[in-house]
Structures are given as C-alpha cells and as structure tokens.
C-alpha cells in the first residue's frame, strides 16, 4: 500500500463517520470536552497542511491564511487559536467550506506525495494519519454525545459501531509475580509515550476474563452504590455531588424502566452488555464495592495477550507518567503527549470506535479521571 | 388588511431578515443573550401555536409535542424549557425542520383565519405579530454578533439595515417645566408597560437634535474616557475592568486605525455616523464626560415629537418601573413586561433594526445597563 | 455643642456598640456585604486621618503609612487598596492596633479643633461624622450577620436595639393627587442625593399605618408565596432558586417551630413585629401576593409626618436615581453617592440600628434589591 | 516514655507552636487550603474526644455537643460539618474556648490513660498524636500564609524553623538498576499508605546530593522560564496564565531587588539556601528547563539512606498510588488515606516543619501538583 493509498484510506474514512449528519450537526458544542465535528474535519486537514505541505511542499499556497487561528487545538508553538470553549461558537468556516479545505489539501498532498519524500517527512505523514484516526475515534464520542444531549434524542442510524458491543464468557486468568517487560518493541508507527520499553517487576495478580456488565452495575447502583461516600475517593464524591451524578452517561429512567441512550436511539438496558460510558471514579468505586481493584496499565499489558479486548476502553489504576527515558520531541510535536503527563489516568485496550489498524497492547490511552463520554468500561483485578 | 394577511407579512418578513444567512448561521449561540436563528424562528411559532391554535383551533395537533421544551422562552406557566444558555447546543430540530414547523403552523392558521374569530383571540394574534416583531429586531442583533464574533468577520451582505445609520442636524430644543401627560392613548395595539396614561411633573430641559457621532465619541475614548474612574458608576468601573472594555462594541484598532466591523464587513469608522452598539454605562460616562446628562423617559416621550428618532434606540437615564395602575395579566401572557422591571433600564425611540409599524412614542423598550450588542445610541440632555 | 463634643460623642457610640464582641468578632467576614467590626473602627477612623487631618492639620504624621491600603473603602481616587472580599483575611492590624489608631487619630483632631476651623473643613467633619454614624448602623448588621452564621447561634446579649422591634395599629392613610415637593430644604446637614428640591406629581395614593408583620409574612409562606413564580420578579425567581431561599434571613423551622435569630439568641417567631430582614424582591412578590405594591420614595416622603417611622428601613419600588440637577462634588468625595445610582433600590425611613440625629424624611438610603442583611421591612400601599 | 507522657508532649507542641500569634491570627483562612490555627488546635482535640474519649472513656461527657460540627475536617462517617470554605467566618468558639476545650479533654485523657487500655485504643492514640504532628507542621505552613499575605507583612519572630533552611554540598549518587523493596517494614507506627512493602524494579539512576537552591532558580526566571509553555505541563500553563504567577510563592521585587517574605519577615533574597514553597508544576518545569527530571518515589526510597534530607518535602514525579495488597481500615479512620489516592503527587522526605519523630524515608507525603505554601523543594534526578 502507497503512502497515498493509505492517506486517501484515512481521509475518507473520517467523512464517512460523518455521512449521516446533518449540517447543523457539524456545527454545536454540548460542553467543552466535545468539538464539533466540522472543527474534528478541519483540524485534521490543518495538521497537514502546517506540518507537511507549508514546510515541505513546494510553492503550496495556504488555502485560507485564517484557518490556522481556527484550527489549531492546543499548540503554542503554532500560535494563537480560537478558544476551546469558543469551537461551537463558529458557524463560519462552513461544512461545504471545511469540505473545500479537504479536498484542496487532499489534492496538493496526492501532488506531493506522487514525488519521493525523505523519511523524516514520511514519519510526519505516519504520524498525522494516526492523529486523524484519534479524531475519527473522537468523532464518534461527540457525534454521539451531541445526539444523545438533544432532548429530541434522534437516533445516528441503526448501523453503528455500538452493535459489536458485546461481552465474552466469565472466568479469571491468574498471573505469577516476577520481573516483566513493558513498552513498545518493533519498527511499526507507535507514540512517544509508549517508550522506552523497560522492565517492571508486578506481584501475583488475576484479571478478570471479561468487563463488568450493564447488568452487574445496576447491582452496584440499586445497592445505593451511589449514596455511600465510603466507596469513593474524595474528589470523586464532590465531582458525582456537583453534577448530581447517579447512574452512568446516557442511563435514564423512564416510566420505572432502565433506559439507555445508544446510537440507536433510545433502548431498553441490555443487561448482558458491557458498562461503558463510565470515569474512573465510577470504575474504581465499582471496584471498591467488589472488593477487588481496578488492574494496572503494566498488569494489563502483560497479560493482554490472554486477554479478548477492544470493545471498550478499560481504565487503569495507573497514573499517566513518563516512562525511563522518555523525552519530548522538540518543536509543536513535542507538545503531542508528554504536557499532558499529570492528573490523567491511563486506559488499555481499544473500543468500538477506534479505527482498524489503530491499536496496540502497548497504546497508552488516556483522560481526567471524572471524563465519561468515550467509550469506556471496567475489567476487575485482584 | 385582513387579520391573515398582517400575519402572513409578519411572518414573511422574519423569513426575509434570514435569506442570506448558512445553514451554520442558525445555529450557534456565541454569548448567552444571543439566540440562534432557528430558535427566534421557531419560538415565535411556537407562540402562535401555544397560545392561539392549540386552545382555539378545533381539532389542531401540534406539530410536535417535543417542541414545546424546546422553543418556550422564559413562560413558567407553560412549563419546563431548554435552558436559555443551551440553545445553541442544539442541532435539531434542524433548520428545514424548523420551517417545516412554520409551514404547518402558518397553514393551520391560515384555515383558522378563514372562520370568524373572537375579539379576545384577535388581540392574542396581534400580541403575537408584535412579539415577532420583537424578535425580528433580535434577530438583526443577534446576526451581526454571530458574524462580527467570528474570526473570519464575514460581511452579511452589502444591503443591510445598518446603510440606515445617518445623522441628524446639531442643535437643541427646550422645553419648559410643568405638567405633563405620558403613557399610552388611544386604541390600537401597545404593550401592558405603556399604560395608565398618567400626569407627571417635568422640569425645564434641553435635547440635542441628533445622536452623538462616532467622531465625537472617539475624542472621548482618546481623552482617557475609558480609563478615569471618576467618570463611570462603580458598577460600570468593575463591568470594564472585567471585560477589558476600551471601546464601543465592534470596534477594532487594526494597523493603527479605527474600523467597525457593520453588517457589510470591517470598515473604517465613519465618523459622522452616530455611535452604536452602547451600553447605559457607556451612554452615562460620556454624558458625564461631556458634562451633560441623559433625558428621562418622560422628557423624551414630552419632546417626542419634535425630534427625528429611529435610528438607534436612546438610552435614558429612567430605570424600566411600573406605571401607576400597571397591573400584570393573568397567566403566561402577564410574564410579557412585568416580570423585567427590577434592574433595567429604558430606551426610547426606535432602530433602523425596528420593523415597519412597531414603533410608538410611547413604546418603552428595556435592557440591563451593561448590555450592547442592539442598536442603541446616545442622545444628551441638559 | 462644640465641633469637639459632637465629634467625641458620635466617636465613642462606635465603641460602645462593639462592647460586647470577643476579640475574634471584630476579625471575620462571613460574606462579601459584611465588613469585620474592626474594619469599620478603622475605616472611620480613617476618613478624618485622610480627609481632614492629612490635608488640614498642621505636622500631622499619619499613624501608619500602610493603613490607607487596608482601610480605604472604595475611594478610586484616594490609591489602592484592599480588595472588598478579602477584608476577613486580615488578623493585622489587630483590634488593639486599630484601639490604639482610633485613640492617635482622636488626639490629633482634639488639638485640630482647639483652634479655630474654616468653614469648609467643619463641612467636612461634619461628613465625617455622618459617615461614622452609617458605619453604625453597619455595624449592627454586620454583627448580628457574624453572630447569626454561626453554628452555635451565641447571642450578643439581651440589651439590643431589637427589642425595640415593635409595630404599630392598623389602619390607611389617604393622600390627593397633585404637584408635591420633594427633597431636602434647610441648612441642617444632608446629602447630596437629596438634591434639588423638585415638584413631583404624584397620583391619589393610600398607605398602611404600620408595617407587615412576622404573622402576615407567614400566611404568605404558608399559602406557597415562595413557590409561586407568577408573585416575583424573573432575577429575583433566578436569586431564590440558586439560593434556596424559602423564608427571610435569620428564620428557622426547628422541630415544626418558626424561630427567628435575634441579637438576643434564637426566640420563637413573635407574630406581632414587623418581619424584618427581607429583600427588595421578599418585598415586591408579598405586595404582589397581597393585590398591593409598595411605595414610590416621593409618596413615602409626602406622607411622611403622618406615618410612625424608624422601626425598620422601608422598601420602596422607586429605583435609586439622581434628582434633578443633581451634581457630584469633585474629587474623592464625589465618589460618595453618585456612583452608586444605577441597579439599587431606594428604602425610605430609619431602623431601629439608626443613631440618633441620623434620621431625615428626606433621606434615601439604598440597596441592591437581593439584600436583605440590614434591618429592612415592608410597608404597603395602593 | 509512658503513653501519657508521650501525648502531653505532642500535644504542649502544639500549643508552643502557637505562642506568638494574636488573638486575630488564630482566626482567619486566607484562602482555601490554610485553615485558621484555632480550628487545627480545636480539630486535633476533636479527634481524640470523638475517636478515644466518647468510645472508649467510661462516663465521659463532650466538652459541647455542636463541635463535632465545628471541628470535623472530611470525616463523612461522622456527620455534617463546617464547609471548609466556611472555617474562617467562625469567631466563635473563640481562642479562649478552644483552650479550654484542649484542657479538657486533656484532663479526660490523662485520667483515661491512668488506667490499663487496650492494644487498639492505644493504637488509635498513637494514631492520634501522629495526627497531630500533621497539624503541627500544616500550623507552621497556615501560620506563615496568614502573616505573609497580610500587607503590612508582620513577622512571625526571629526564631523559627525557617533559619534551619540550609544547603548541602554539590554533587551526584547512582544507583545500579535492580530489583529493590521498597514500603515499610516494621513494628513502629506507619501510616496505611505505606504497606504492603514489594518489590519494584528500578533503571539505573542518578540523584543530586543538594536541593536546588534560590539562585539557581532565580536563573530560570531570568532565562525565561515562567514565560516558555514548552517547559510546562499543559495544565501547569494554565494555572500559571489564570493565576498571574511568575516566580516562587513568597518572591517579590522591590525596588529592582529580590525580596522574600520568611517567618522572620521580609528579607533579601538568599540565593545559597534551596528554593522552597514550590508547586509540582514549578518544580517539574525547572528540571525540564534542566534537560533532567524530578526522581520516582522509589528511586528517592531506595537512595535516602544516602542522602541528606530534612530540610523540606521534595516533590517527586510518582502519583500518589495505592501500594499493592493496600485496603483501607473501615469505618472513619478508612477515610485517612485512600480517598485522596488520584490526581495527587507524592512527595518525600521531612521539612524544617516536621516535627521531631516524624519522619521516616517510607513516609509518603502528597499534595495536588499546584499547591506551594508548604515547605516544598526541588531535588534533581537523571
């Protein structure tokens, strides 16, 4: 596969996930952890229009000199931008005019990739192929959140990636203590974070052979896991008292019904389903009220290859940290993970919105432990 | 006139104000007093549909039962709502949906109109007309700040209501002490707020013949206007310290020059345009300024009619009361003006954002003192 | 009674309504409207330090330079100084520092009114002492406000100007319609809100001989007055939902009794007082409740000389505005009224908290309408 | 040392620790994070009472049934309490009371402790004392803020712990990669948080011997280095921006010079002591700057039996983290450690405010990554 096949292989795919929108759809943020998915368009194309083609192509004329204000998310290297809380503020640029800008890029990179490029430039391209699956993934979060926050609650469209979301048989895999390897070992496209690849020493531990389910949570919940401050951590009862937090993301009671908002629409709980939609908090009381523990990213790593992953992300009980040896890439790319190595908790695995080819049982997931709207669920430890 | 045929131009010319606007422009919300467009469209459906078809039409159904939750403005009495900061996290109902919405409504009124219909449904349409007529001066302000917000400072167009904006020849008129009349007479439409008609006691004082200029204006600014204290309320001291105000609304210095972003795109200031987009504790801190004062309502209601208004809306200096006698309606209809008259202010005249016969010399329209993004101006008194 | 006279006895009524307080009352600011005792003994000290002493007194050495920063109040031409919230994060300068401060500055304007003083300057000092005696009636307050917010309710002792708290007979007084005057005449001392005296019209009006009483605001409580959105005004609706607020300041239900805290400790509800302790909007939705409204401040002062006043502030429904022809002095002390005209309410009459020599009928005395910590109350008219 | 010696030794440390406030010192918070000396004096009482005396001491009466509200600080097991914002609006109980409250249960216990107790009732008084040594050494942090933010900057008294703030010699240890155990191991006290002791693999490491001292960081602030978002956490750059911060808490210039506010009062700026009052943020930035980085909490465990510490808590870059195999005791005393386990940093060592006997190199200290009115510094690991 060229380098063109697989860049033209991602580009459609992000605007296939927008097929079923509506323009208005493109253009609203629900809250702050949410882009509008016209703005998840735009800033992928800006990543290659200012990292590949205004330093590498030659004679590439910017599509629009202000884009850059609007679609930059967090570089400072690159300079100011629109505020995040501002994103769904912006009717303009368009969804036909970030359409434009897509194929305008698009159109100079299959110029400039007809050519032989140097590695280095070929890596940035690998690289910004993976960030546009991380917003594919996004994509799918927002859309839905955006949906399913709508009081009309409209349904995304009945083939969606939420109908794989099932579970596998239960059972518990056990693990002896010693000292192990973790990290990334090959020659394959993978982040800075998941360097350098360094041994650990882990106790005995067992992992559960499948995620906590719809089902055993309503246990949790009708047990008054939700009123018993004893199950969670300080900040977390804060955080569920402020926001009157007392079920999962999309859960509703309905006329004495367990509800769920899915990309369906709206459903009745499936009890067999895995959680998902959960923070950390939520996982981690889960666990407390078990009395087992969520396991840790090096735990889970070790043992993943016993493990069926992938429908949901599985929160960790390990911070997000450098590991030996890490060091940041200098310039705007530097900023890409190690600025955000504080107050994060890592999730393993991958989900039902990640894209094909885009996980590793070494990828480092990661988000604010109150954070629930990606798809996100529990695996138990002990 | 045919009652239908005053509703169906009303609801023509709401629809006109929006033809040049994208499908994005409906939707956003960048400031909690902005509405997005589709709502101001749908909620003054919803208004007829509420308060006229469904009590009075025979056999009506709504369009949507949802719609209720999400196009009921501040009416408590009709129940729960979207809250006013959300609206523009809301991508559906979608524009064309809410068109649809109109087209339905307006067929049904259409046939309710063809029968005979009682005086007391009458003057509930014609409050109806009159409140879309509110909001279709809404929706000019409310247009200019979604665009002159962007980054892009798109143009709306280069015929738009601002080309209105001239001024008026320097001069003063007097007018002696004694007592007057105010309030409303007569029998056509007025709102609840303009009435009793009632005798009120004026000194003698003197109104500029025209609006102060933007030219005028500016040497306020370059004199320090803006940065001594003495000048503003202490309530206006600390709303420009917080927001870091230096000028008007959608004035810009840009490569050393005074521009104005206006319906037509960014332009230099004209200066002899009169100043716009001003809130009461700017009006005030240049009357102060200028050692003068701003007119009451009454002195400006008194000399009314020897004065050219429409242009921009006047602040005075009266804080928006009750007249003696005003008593409220019963039901939601009383929530119209009563409800508002703590903590705003009255402005007189009318705008060239005002729609044909909605303006009144007894009309008292009201905003906090710290708003401006409507068309309002200042006129001096002494 | 010499200038020296006035002055030390106005200054020693400050200390001994503070006579009671532990040294740690004098510290605490529980909320923003509410100044630590201590910070009124030293502001007021402070106001003849800079106003008079500073300027006038010949080698007066200030008693410490750094005072201004922590005792100015809101004086923008006088420097900086301590921001308003954080006037309870200041254990220095200690309750003996500011005794000992209130002693240096004593001394010094002793021997400054030994001699012979300029017109002007006994102007000033007789400001000076107004000013103190509003400090006064603050304090009272701000003491109750400490001592009521605190979860062990103590009382400040038996002898308080609450017991004073009693009411009147029932009845209606009627007035004519016609041109009054209004606003201060004399050569007495006054502010400079309470000019010019102007004509006013005012309409046939009928006002309560007394005030409402705890017993009438009960009916109100108990007929649903609180959860009837139709009787109050859309912020003050705003105000009591964020708030909670479902009774006036300082009432309890302990055990199914109504008790209300008073300077005395907690006593059952007394059913004859005047409910006191209740906001612009408390005011405004009762009268609504009752088919009555308040009084403008000019029926109030019309009526003055036949109403028994000075039990407690009396809410009006005029909003705080300057009078015609109305001019602040220059400098600092024209910060002292004017700036405050804009979002306050007008409150007529005196308290039971006013010093003696403080009262007028022609005073206007002012809050925001959401404040309710001060000894206000209601009188009907209609 | 009998168990009564050992608690009226903790407990006259306390109260020595104290010596020099006022009465006004004891009383007031700042800000958040510093609770006023009287509540530390009163809630470490609380905790003996609650936890020995009310359980265990036969016939004891509370010295006032409302203080388990007052002095609680996050027990949720046992009851509602004071929030925590509120703790410096409370003048009473006043100082006199909380000493009297102190000299109760003081009496209570030396009775108690007369006689034969249990090994867990001594346990929990052990538990207690050390309790307390926490609060002394937060007296030390609350004591100093209250004074250093107060703008007439009083000192504290010449003698303090700060004179103790020296440095020690240059120069570097490593440290071989290996397995190590790491967690306490023993039969003294030790908090839950400790155990269990297990083994961690470590890479190869080096650690400074000396902290970073005030000269080398004013290098960074002069290289630019609160202005250079490339050396900061993403979040670090935030609360920098929203703060206004550009140097260590305590730093000033005045008159072109370097000034710090110690307990002794304002002083030069020493550049040989080490820079202390330094947020994780800070800290993390400054080793970036270096091209190095803060050590593992394992890596300083393992190491500090060759190092010299105890000048002031050295941040580190682990988390603070369950250990494997820990649980949480039930009931209250559950609530000591694990609740606060996520979006906390660990750090190690002892300060010059840590009581004697309090210090072990298992301890773990945490604090949230931008907190600095602690005795906080930097040591360098590469």
Same mark, same amino acid.
């Given at each position: 596969?060229?380098?063109?096949?697989?860049?033209?292989?991602?580009?459609?795919?992000?605007?296939?996930? &927008?097929?079923?929108?509506?323009?208005?759809?493109?253009?609203?943020?629900?809250?702050?952890?949410?882009?509008?998915?016209?703005?998840?368009?735009?800033?992928?194309?800006?990543?290659?229009?200012?990292?590949?083609?205004?330093?590498?192509?030659?004679?590439?004329?910017?599509?629009?000199?202000?884009?850059?204000?609007?679609?930059?998310?967090?570089?400072?290297?690159?300079?100011?931008?629109?505020?995040?809380?501002?994103?769904?503020?912006?009717?303009?640029?368009?969804?036909?005019?970030?359409?434009?800008?897509?194929?305008?890029?698009?159109?100079?990179?299959?110029?400039?990739?007809? &050519?032989?490029?140097?590695?280095?430039?070929?890596?940035?391209?690998?690289?910004?192929?993976?960030?546009?699956?991380?917003?594919?993934?996004?994509?799918?979060?927002?859309?839905?959140?955006?949906?399913?926050?709508?009081?009309?609650?409209?349904?995304?469209?009945?083939?969606?990636?939420?109908?794989?979301?099932?579970?596998?048989?239960?059972?518990?895999?056990?693990?002896?203590?010693?000292?192990?390897?973790?990290?990334?070992?090959?020659?394959?496209?993978?982040?800075?974070?998941?360097?350098?690849?360094?041994?650990?020493?882990?106790?005995?531990?067992?992992?559960?052979?499948?995620?906590?389910?719809?089902?055993?949570?309503?246990?949790?919940?009708?047990?008054?896991?939700?009123?018993?401050?004893?199950?969670?951590?300080?900040?977390?009862?804060?955080?569920?008292?402020?926001?009157?937090?007392?079920?999962?993301?999309?859960?509703?009671?309905?006329?004495?019904?367990?509800?769920?908002?899915?990309?369906?629409?709206?459903?009745?709980?499936?009890?067999?389903?895995?959680?998902?939609?959960?923070?950390?908090?939520?996982?981690?009381?889960?666990?407390?009220?078990?009395?087992?523990?969520?396991?840790?990213?090096?735990?889970?790593?070790?043992?993943?290859?016993?493990?069926?992953?992938?429908? *949901?992300?599985?929160?960790?009980?390990?911070?997000? *940290?450098?590991?030996?040896?890490?060091?940041?890439?200098?310039?705007?790319?530097?900023?890409?993970?190690?600025?955000?190595?504080?107050?994060?908790?890592?999730?393993?695995?991958?989900?039902?919105?990640?894209?094909?080819?885009?996980?590793?049982?070494?990828?480092?997931?990661?988000?604010?432990?109150?954070?629930?709207?990606?798809?996100?669920?529990?695996?138990?430890?002990?």
């Amino acid at each position: 596969m060229s380098l063109w096949e697989k860049y033209s292989a991602v580009r459609a795919h992000s605007v296939s996930i &927008c097929s079923k929108l509506q323009k208005e759809d493109y253009v609203v943020q629900p809250v702050v952890d949410v882009s509008p998915p016209k703005w998840h368009l735009g800033h992928t194309t800006w990543f290659f229009e200012t990292f590949i083609l205004i330093p590498h192509a030659f004679a590439y004329q910017p599509f629009n000199a202000e884009y850059n204000y609007v679609f930059n998310s967090y570089y400072e290297n690159i300079g100011a931008r629109v505020i995040r809380t501002d994103r769904g503020n912006l009717s303009r640029p368009t969804v036909d005019d970030v359409f434009q800008y897509r194929a305008y890029v698009d159109e100079a990179m299959e110029k400039f990739l007809a &050519c032989e490029i140097k590695a280095d430039v070929s890596e940035l391209l690998i690289l910004g192929l993976n960030h546009e699956q991380q917003h594919q993934e996004l994509l799918w979060y927002d859309i839905k959140y955006i949906l399913g926050h709508n009081p009309l609650f409209p349904a995304y469209g009945l083939e969606n990636v939420e109908n794989e979301l099932t579970n596998t048989a239960d059972g518990w895999i056990h693990f002896k203590e010693g000292v192990y390897e973790v990290g990334y070992q090959g020659d394959q496209f993978h982040f800075d974070n998941e360097l350098n690849r360094h041994k650990v020493y882990i106790q005995n531990f067992s992992l559960s052979t499948r995620l906590v389910s719809n089902g055993e949570y309503l246990e949790f919940i009708t047990d008054g896991g939700y009123e018993d401050f004893n199950l969670w951590h300080a900040e977390a009862w804060d955080w569920l008292k402020v926001n009157s937090i007392t079920a999962p993301l999309y859960w509703y009671t309905i006329d004495g019904e367990w509800k769920r908002y899915s990309l369906s629409g709206m459903e009745l709980l499936n009890m067999e389903a895995p959680v998902s939609h959960i923070s950390y908090y939520e996982a981690a009381a889960f666990a407390q009220w078990k009395g087992m523990r969520l396991p840790t990213e090096f735990e889970w790593e070790v043992a993943s290859s016993q493990l069926k992953w992938g429908k *949901l992300w599985e929160w960790t009980e390990s911070a997000y *940290l450098p590991y030996p040896g890490f060091s940041k890439a200098a310039g705007a790319l530097g900023e890409y993970n190690g600025k955000f190595m504080v107050n994060q908790k890592v999730l393993r695995g991958a989900s039902v919105a990640t894209p094909a080819n885009h996980s590793r049982n070494t990828y480092r997931n990661f988000f604010h432990p109150n954070l629930r709207w990606m798809f996100s669920g529990i695996r138990l430890s002990k």
